[in-house]
């Protein structure tokens, strides 16, 4: 079994998807195309001149979840000590699998402190069922109510909050801040 990605530079649109957006990669497995991640792409050079640009790079966008990865070393900085599947799942959003939900649990369980617990109402997001086909059916059946860990930016709030107790804990708190609760 092989992975790899390959730069494509296509203009085949699906729903999920802008007319401004071009392929930009494609995941294979065993010569399968198990992936196609889309997108707008411009490379500056040192002097700030466009050295490739591919899709509608002039077409306005929301940054939106593009800004999670700088999100989360914003956490990081703040004294959220995020290690491995922990940094994957605050710099982007996430489809709800069982894996990615537990990754969620984990940084609220790092995140909790003797007088701070985080638990999933922490993250003040509306409950889901996740947007992953095998975790929405497995749920389903087991009669499970929907839950703060399944929404898509539930990784960035989780690294949110462990911030916010870390610098409580710390008690380092930026003069005039009272920004760093929970809420």
Same mark, same amino acid.
């Given at each position: 079994?092989?992975?790899?990605?390959?730069? $494509?530079?296509?203009?085949?649109?699906?729903?999920?998807?802008?007319?401004?957006?071009?392929?930009?990669?494609?995941?294979?497995?065993?010569?399968?195309?198990?992936?196609?991640?889309?997108?707008?792409?411009?490379?500056?050079?040192?002097?700030?001149?466009?050295?490739?640009?591919?899709?509608?790079?002039?077409?306005?966008?929301?940054?939106?979840? =593009?800004?999670?990865?700088?999100?989360?070393?914003?956490?990081?900085? =703040?004294? =959220?000590?995020?290690?491995?599947?922990?940094?994957?799942?605050?710099?982007?959003?996430?489809?709800?699998?069982?894996?990615?939900?537990?990754?969620?649990?984990?940084?609220?369980?790092?995140?909790?402190?003797?007088?701070?617990?985080?638990?999933?109402?922490?993250?003040?997001?509306?409950?889901?069922?996740?947007?992953?086909? $095998?975790?929405?059916?497995?749920?389903?059946?087991?009669?499970?109510?929907?839950?703060?860990?399944?929404?898509?930016?539930?990784?960035?709030?989780?690294?949110?909050?462990?911030?916010?107790? =870390?610098?409580?804990?710390?008690?380092?708190?930026?003069?005039?801040?009272?920004?760093?609760?929970?809420?």
């Amino acid at each position: 079994m092989t992975n790899s990605t390959t730069p $494509q530079a296509t203009t085949h649109t699906t729903d999920h998807s802008s007319a401004f957006d071009v392929e930009l990669a494609q995941l294979t497995r065993n010569n399968f195309i198990e992936a196609r991640h889309r997108g707008r792409l411009i490379l500056l050079g040192p002097d700030g001149d466009v050295q490739l640009a591919l899709g509608d790079i002039h077409e306005p966008f929301y940054l939106r979840s =593009a800004a999670k990865p700088l999100q989360a070393i914003g956490s990081m900085k =703040a004294g =959220a000590p995020l290690r491995g599947s922990q940094v994957a799942i605050a710099c982007g959003s996430h489809r709800g699998t069982f894996e990615q939900m537990r990754a969620v649990q984990d940084v609220l369980t790092q995140g909790s402190t003797e007088t701070t617990p985080l638990t999933p109402a922490n993250l003040t997001l509306k409950p889901s069922y996740p947007s992953d086909s $095998q975790a929405y059916k497995a749920m389903i059946q087991a009669n499970l109510a929907r839950t703060p860990l399944a929404h898509p930016c539930s990784g960035k709030h989780a690294a949110f909050l462990w911030a916010c107790t =870390a610098k409580l804990e710390r008690g380092d708190l930026e003069e005039g801040s009272q920004n760093w609760t929970l809420h």
